[in-house]
T-cell receptor
Framework: DAGVIQSPRHEVTEMGQEVTLRCKPISGHNSLFWYRQTMMRGLELLIYFNNNVPIDDSGMPEDRFSAKMPNASFSTLKIQPSEPRDSAVYFC?????????????FGNGTRLTVT | AQRVTQPEKLLSVFKGAPVELKCNYSYSGSPELFWYVQYSRQRLQLLLRHISRESIKGFTADLNKGETSFHLKKPFAQEEDSAMYYCALSGRGNQFYFGTGTSLTVIP
């Protein structure tokens, strides 16, 4: 199992540009989470999906952020337009089952720099 | 409401000394508790979970429901233990809450 796969690993873009981050969860996992990590705020949950359906997007900072999960094997997090304060590491994680004892499995993250 | 509290942002210990990373939680019902570790610029990895009652890399954690704590302990710290440690709680539905993390530095 290749684990949770995120792309790109690094993204450098200019303010105002659109950024799309991609995630492939572990096959068979039912839940997918997007987190943002910064020095100031630590790990923040942005949104999570159960069986491809968005359940809680209350952590999405503003309308510039959107996330989709068109099928069980792919999700995107889009920022449009991007701003320097969006610079962070974005992690995707998947979970074998909804709730309970199953842990989250994280991808390697995408380090986003907005100049 | 703060679900998981890690009171120490930074913790330094000498190699060979015991280490304890504190975690307290607030949750009604019976949560599932986890510890994750993140080595420099890497992904978060599951270290252990309370239900398993296991020892991973010499670390143990005991759930104390009376004190609502799940502290991570190791009797003899090693340099390779230097990392960021996150305590996490799994609740009803599919919620998964993380603490703010503790950065552990083991001094040679």
């Amino acid at each position: 199992d290749a684990g949770v796969i995120q792309s790109p690993r690094h993204e450098v873009t200019e303010m105002g540009q659109e950024v799309t981050l991609r995630c492939k969860p572990i096959s068979g996992h039912n839940s997918l989470f997007w987190y943002r990590q910064t020095m100031m705020r630590g790990l923040e949950l942005l949104i999570y999906f159960n069986n491809n359906v968005p359940i809680d997007d209350s952590g999405m900072p503003e309308d510039r952020f959107s996330a989709k999960m068109p099928n069980a094997s792919f999700s995107t997090l889009k920022i449009q337009p991007s701003e320097p304060r969006d610079s962070a590491v974005y992690f995707c994680a998947s979970r074998p089952r909804i709730g309970g004892l199953s842990p989250l499995h994280f991808g390697n993250g995408t380090r986003l720099t907005v100049t | 409401a703060q679900r998981v509290t890690q009171p120490e942002k930074l913790l330094s210990v000498f190699k060979g000394a015991p280490v304890e990373l504190k975690c307290n939680y607030s949750y009604s019902g019976s949560p599932e508790l986890f510890w994750y570790v993140q080595y420099s610029r890497q992904r978060l990895q599951l270290l252990l979970r309370h239900i398993s009652r296991e020892s991973i890399k010499g670390f143990t954690a005991d759930l104390n429901k009376g004190e609502t704590s799940f502290h991570l302990k190791k009797p003899f710290a090693q340099e390779e233990d230097s990392a960021m440690y996150y305590c996490a709680l799994s609740g009803r539905g599919n919620q998964f809450y993380f603490g703010t993390g503790t950065s552990l530095t083991v001094i040679p």
